[in-house]
């Protein structure tokens, strides 16, 4: 695939949930987020977050949870998922994919 056909597929794909293999056996994924002249430009997520082992950064006397409710507290949801930039060349782009986000 060449550069132009590369850019096209990822303007096709802008801001969905993509894997990317180039052509050096590399996968990647994450959400397409800019896509210029050279470079794809990928949100990629850092992983799940252990929510039991983030209370052991924070202790609680006697073991126990502040105000009787353990983390979350009630009306508020885990933290959000973490992203970082991931940049790679549309030059060794081999193949992208759509895939499901959960």
């Not at 056909?5 to 996968?27: I, P």
């Not at 397409?32 to 799940?48: K, R």
């Not at 507290?73 to 991931?86: A, E, K, L």
Request: charged share 15%; net charge neutral; proline share 10%.
């Amino acid at each position: 695939m060449n550069k132009k056909e590369a850019q096209a597929l990822c303007f096709n794909h802008m801001h969905r949930y993509v894997s990317v293999t180039m052509s050096d056996g590399a996968m990647f994924d994450g959400i397409v987020e800019h896509v210029d002249e050279d470079q794809l430009y990928l949100a990629v997520p850092v992983g799940n977050v252990d929510h039991e082992a983030m209370r052991a950064f924070a202790p609680y006397p006697y073991g126990g949870y502040p105000y009787g409710y353990p983390y979350p507290y009630p009306g508020y949801g885990f933290p959000r998922r973490r992203f970082v930039r991931q940049v790679l060349p549309l030059a060794g782009l081999l193949a992208l994919s759509l895939l499901p986000y959960y």
